[in-house]
């Protein structure tokens, strides 16, 4: 077998679940190189060299590339700051080793300003009705509160409230959900028109789905749907979260959609991604995953969320296990230039997370069910872990907002764990992962339990039956 060096930058299950994706190529012998956040316990266990950088500062993951350089094949990159702030760039440029991700100019999550400008030029009946209010051009809070209630009048105040720049899923305020009133809603515009400037676009309403696709800057490999949980509890109840679970279904599109929905989408997603590489003279620059598309189907068709320019957190979990092909030859073709297919397997798969106590409001939302015995105790995967025993292959752990300290397993602040369940439905594969959930103990951690249920499924079919007949 050919060995091969990679160094994977880590922030939290996502990157585990590249790492463990890597480690089973069957064509190589993978050395694996981690600079991590935190002392993952996958990580620290299956690196040949492992190394904790706590802010993924770029230039001293370039140092630790450098030391390594010799035996590195490429860099892969899969958490949006460093993307956002141009390790690809500088990696390459100081050490030559190859990097999977976009560059800086080009990693479009940056900006949602410049998302719905590039989405009004390419596809204007995709995006939502928008506006952008820059602190630069309004001199007193009086006139920027004018201009926002008049936009309000507009759009009769059904709007979503977005913040410019990354704020990790917790910047958005949709109008019904986290204000019912002008003034709440106003107050939490100010709160991020402070730092930044604001969007403000209506608020859509209909299904969604998670589309994104390996890239070597000349193609562009769609690969299935998948749909994330934002809400952090039952009955898409709370507040949003980075994702509390995500399901892909036995086929390329999602339950509630149709061979015809699935075919828009890649009209759209293609449409999009070579009107933009028009626009960008480096063929290389959009290598990784430049375009991770929220989509929402509504009843006017398709509309663009939002675009990410990384995989998506926990949606690439769903997939990276169920891809044929050896994702090491997938990822070195996305280097060379020459990636144009990636096989699927048809399975299903689910997604869920387990997370601490003072994620996502718990503590504050359900106080009588916090086990306070628990908190703050070392976390279990041993019982988990087991199960592949049961389950083979079709179960995997992904550790993520954890550290190992003195043997033992502590949860962070974020998600701690990711358990992924695989198999021939979605019912199946939920039943994997929700077992696999139960399994782990200690550190106080809680999760849905709805993800991927039928009870939800259903209900989002016959919300978009409803949509679609009221056109």
């Keep these: 077998m ?25 064509n190589h012998k993978v050395e694996l190189y981690v600079a991590d956040k935190q002392c993952n316990p996958f990580n620290a266990k299956h690196a040949t060299k492992h ?74 009946e995709a995006n939502p009705r928008f506006q952008v209010f820059d602190p630069a051009k309004y001199p007193t809070k009086a006139d920027v509160k004018d201009a926002v209630y008049k936009w309000l009048d507009e ?13 990790l899923g917790k910047g958005v305020g949709v109008w019904g959900d986290h204000f019912i009133t002008r003034e709440q809603l106003f107050e939490h515009f100010l709160s991020i028109f402070e730092y930044s400037s604001v969007v403000i676009e209506e608020k859509l309403l209909g299904e969604e789905s998670s589309c994104m696709g390996f890239c070597d800057g000349k193609h562009f490999v769609l690969l299935p749907d998948t749909r994330d949980y934002k809400r952090a509890f039952d009955g898409d109840q709370g507040p949003n979260t980075g994702g509390m679970g995500s399901y892909k279904a036995n086929k390329d599109y999602l339950p509630f959609l149709t061979v015809v929905d699935r075919k828009a989408e890649l009209e759209l997603a293609r449409r999009v991604f070579e009107s933009w590489k028009k626009k960008i003279p480096d063929d290389t620059a959009l290598r990784g995953v430049p375009l991770y598309l929220a989509f929402m189907h509504t009843g006017r068709g398709i509309k663009i969320l939002e675009i990410n320019s990384r995989p998506g957190d926990p949606e690439i979990m769903n997939l990276l296990p169920i891809i044929k092909d050896d994702f090491v030859d997938v990822c070195l073709r996305m280097v060379d230039g020459t990636l144009k297919g990636v096989g699927m397997e048809k399975s299903a798969t689910v997604l869920t997370y387990k997370v601490p106590p003072d994620y996502g409001g718990y ?66 594969a939920r039943q994997i992962s929700q077992e696999g959930a139960r399994a782990i103990n200690g550190g106080a951690l809680w999760n849905r339990i709805d993800v991927a249920a ?11 039956e409803k949509l679609k007949c009221r056109v």
């Design 2 to 26: 050919e060995k091969i060096g990679v160094l994977l930058v880590s922030y939290g299950a996502r990157e585990v679940a590249m790492a463990d994706t890597l480690l089973r190529s069957p």
């Design 51 to 124: 190394v904790v950088i706590p802010s993924l500062n770029i230039d001293e993951i370039c140092k630790f590339t450098m030391a390594n350089k010799d035996v590195l094949d490429f860099v892969l990159v899969g958490s949006e700051n460093p993307i956002i702030n141009g390790i690809r760039d500088l990696i390459e440029a100081k050490t030559g080793v190859p990097v999977i991700c976009p560059k800086k100019a080009y990693a479009i999550e940056e900006s949602k300003v410049a998302q719905r400008i590039l989405f009004e030029e390419i596809a204007p």
């Design 155 to 167: 759009l009769d105040n059904h709007v979503v409230v977005k913040p410019d720049k990354p704020a």
């Design 363 to 428: 503590c504050e939302m359900y106080p009588d069910k916090l086990d306070k015995v628990a908190v703050g105790t070392p976390v279990d995967l041993t019982k988990a872990e087991a199960l592949s025993k049961k389950y083979g292959a079709n179960i995997r752990i992904y550790p993520g907002s954890m550290e190992v300290r003195n043997g033992k397993n502590y949860a962070l602040k974020s998600r701690t764990v990711g358990i992924l369940g695989i198999g021939e439905s979605i019912e199946e």
């Design 454 to 464: 039928k009870k939800h499924i259903t209900k989002s079919v016959r919300n978009m």
